[in-house]
């Protein structure tokens, strides 16, 4: 087998393991299948990640992505029995959800067509600068790039686990 046509299958086992499970994520009607069903579509982008040759990024998926965060909704669902018991109500305004959704995806797929013209989908990999991690790292530790989202993001994951504790013991 020729190696693009490896990388193609690869891609397209990868991709159907992003898409397939992100639509179950919003369409299964039990919250915990669908956090599982998240944990599965997370997969696939960590193994999109270690394609692109980002190792570190898939790994840092696996890590925060699946093992923390996914990991934190499951116990939190677990915790709350209430949410697993509810009668669920028909939603009818699928079709306007179903709509915003598609012209989101048009509009973004224009803007990108227009802005690249189809050469940023052509950009080899051997364009990524050498100290790309290094890059990361320091974007990563600079209070002025990302540390203040990720701490944000700590506290009201904090938050919400701790929120998910009171109302399981509202119900004993």
Do not use: K
């Amino acid at each position: 087998m020729q190696p693009d046509l490896v990388q193609w299958i690869f891609f397209v086992v990868f991709a159907a393991l992003v898409v397939g499970p992100a639509i179950l994520v919003v369409t299964v009607r039990n919250l915990f299948h669908s956090a599982l069903w998240l944990l599965v579509s997370l997969f696939g982008v960590a193994g999109l990640f270690a394609m692109l040759a980002a190792p570190f990024l898939a790994v840092v998926q696996v890590m925060v992505y699946i093992g923390a965060i996914v990991i934190l909704i499951i116990i939190a669902i677990m915790l709350t029995r209430r949410v697993m018991g509810l009668q669920e109500v028909p939603n009818r305004q699928w079709p306007y959800g179903l709509a915003a959704a598609l012209l989101a995806f048009v509009i973004m797929a224009l803007v990108l067509v227009l802005a690249f013209g189809g050469e940023a989908f052509r950009t080899p990999l051997a364009s990524v600068p050498d100290n790309s991690i290094a890059q990361l790292g320091a974007a990563l530790v600079d209070t002025g790039q990302y540390t203040i989202p990720f701490l944000l993001a700590a506290v009201f994951l904090t938050g919400a686990m701790i929120g998910a504790i009171v109302i399981a013991r509202e119900d004993e």
